[in-house]
C-alpha cells in the first residue's frame, strides 16, 4: 500500500520545524537585549556538611535555569514573555529576544521577577531532563 502525502508542495515536514521558530521575525528591527544563563542547584545540609548527596558543582546536577536580561528604560507592564519547553520569546516595544533554550525547561511552573532598579528581568525555570534520575536519585 501506498501512503499519499497530502501536500505534495510542502518543502518540509512540521516535525523537522524547530519549536518556537514560528516567532522568529527576520524583519522585526528591535534589538536583542543582553542577557545571560546560570545555572542553579538547590543544596542541602546534608549537601553542604556532610557531603552525603552524588552532586558536583557541574551543570548536570542544577535544577534550575535563571535567565537575566537587560531591559534598559523598560516598564514591567511592557514586558510580553512566552514560554515553550525550548523556546524564551520575550518582547517590549524596544528589544525583542527569541531565545532556544540549552536545556528543555518545566514552561508551565516558571517565575518571572523584575528587578526595576538594575533594570533587569529574572526568568528562573526549572529544567526537565531525561536522565535526572541518574543525578538526583
Not at 557531603?51 to 537587560?70: L, N, P
Request: net charge negative.
Amino acid at each position: 500500500a501506498q501512503v499519499k502525502n497530502e501536500n505534495t508542495k510542502a518543502i518540509w515536514n512540521t516535525e523537522e520545524v524547530p519549536e518556537g521558530s514560528e516567532f522568529d521575525d527576520t524583519w522585526d528591527p528591535r534589538e536583542e537585549p543582553e542577557y545571560e544563563i546560570l545555572f542553579k542547584q538547590r543544596v542541602g545540609t546534608e549537601e553542604m556538611f556532610l557531603g552525603m548527596s552524588r552532586k558536583d558543582a557541574s551543570t548536570a546536577c542544577c535544577e534550575d535555569m535563571v535567565i537575566k536580561i537587560k531591559l534598559p528604560e523598560t516598564k514591567f507592564s511592557d514586558i510580553t514573555l512566552d514560554l515553550q519547553d525550548k523556546v524564551l520569546d520575550l518582547r517590549t516595544p524596544q528589544k525583542k529576544l527569541l531565545l532556544h533554550l540549552p536545556h528543555p525547561v518545566d514552561s508551565k511552573n516558571g517565575k518571572a521577577l523584575f528587578l526595576s532598579e538594575e533594570e533587569i528581568l529574572e526568568v528562573t525555570l526549572r529544567m526537565t531532563r531525561e536522565f535526572d534520575y541518574i543525578n538526583f536519585a
